[in-house]
């Protein structure tokens, strides 16, 4: 006997149930004083390295810099996951006054849940951008401060750091070649711009749950293990043939975490030409922002 279909005419037959749609679980409340409370311990933390090598007034100028391109990257993180339905945290800011900036940066926390590959490459982007959109002129008027002087006159205890192209590329616009002989004795405001360079490259470097792991993931789907992998190896493989330890605890933090990113629930269809494009931008950024060896002990 074949099942009798609900109709109008044959009410008796139960009807099958049309389903039900929930939205999202909303996030669980944020303890909003942790937040505040650790940003002000950043601050503090920030202006104690920063002055360190000068006066208090150094100490806040850097400290400011600093905070407002770590402030901008993670809010660019917040309010795209936001447009997107993604439960998401406040920023979360870790102060330690024993690093050479006063701090290990700030982190937001986000569900896994991801609509797609479009919501995924918009929030990991949004970073980078929102930070390096101040990083740069941070920087540029920070090297117009910054002191010009003799190799011979530059402090035995001074910290080298490495230049990336792009802060190469505004100290030439601010000074011109300063030949061989003449060394640029950096304004907190241009160690800020720096800073913001440095995490901006960390944070592209396409491996594991970084910025870059995640935009990786976006434009090359499975294929991005590859390149993670070779990423990873290649950085391993520099500190092994340099015998430099720069990078070590960063490829230990990412072997623990995971240097693969995690299988997204829904892929969704490939990238648009646009995001695509902008994609390759976020390569060029990394380029001219990275520095194998960003500083020269």
Not at 130 to 141: E, K, S, V
Request: hydrophobic share 50%.
């Amino acid at each position: 006997m074949e099942p009798v279909e609900p109709t109008l005419l044959n009410p008796e037959v139960p009807a099958i149930p049309e389903p039900i749609f929930l939205p999202p679980p909303a996030p669980p409340r944020q303890r909003v004083w942790l937040h505040v409370l650790l940003f002000v311990l950043t601050v503090c933390s920030t202006i104690w390295v920063g002055a360190q090598a000068g006066s208090l007034h150094e100490g806040i100028v850097f400290s400011a810099g600093l905070l407002s391109i770590l402030t901008a990257h993670e809010f660019g993180h917040y309010f795209t996951a936001r447009k997107y339905r993604v439960p998401v945290s406040l920023p979360y800011f870790i102060p330690f006054p024993f690093s050479l900036f006063g701090t290990l940066g700030a982190f937001i926390r986000m569900s896994p849940r991801i609509p797609n590959r479009k919501a995924l490459f918009d929030i990991a982007a949004a970073g980078p951008l929102a930070g390096l959109a101040l990083a740069i002129p941070l920087a540029y008027r920070g090297i117009t401060l910054s002191t010009i002087l003799q190799k011979s006159a530059v402090p035995v205890n001074s910290v080298k750091l490495g230049e990336p192209l792009l802060f190469q590329g505004l100290s030439w616009l601010a000074h011109g070649s300063l030949g061989s002989n003449f060394d640029l004795m950096l304004h907190p405001l241009a160690f800020a711009g720096w800073a913001g360079m440095f995490v901006t490259a960390l944070n592209l470097l396409p491996i594991g749950q970084l910025d870059g792991g995640h935009i990786s993931h976006a434009l090359f789907g499975s294929r991005s293990r590859l390149v993670a992998g070779s990423m990873f190896g290649g950085l391993a493989l520099f500190c092994l043939v340099k015998q430099n330890v720069t990078w070590i605890p960063l490829l230990l933090f990412l072997l623990f975490f995971g240097i693969q990113h995690p299988r997204s629930y829904h892929e969704g269809p490939p990238l648009d030409r646009g995001r695509r494009a902008l994609g390759i931008l976020l390569g060029a950024v990394f380029l001219v922002c990275f520095s194998l060896v960003p500083i020269k002990l």
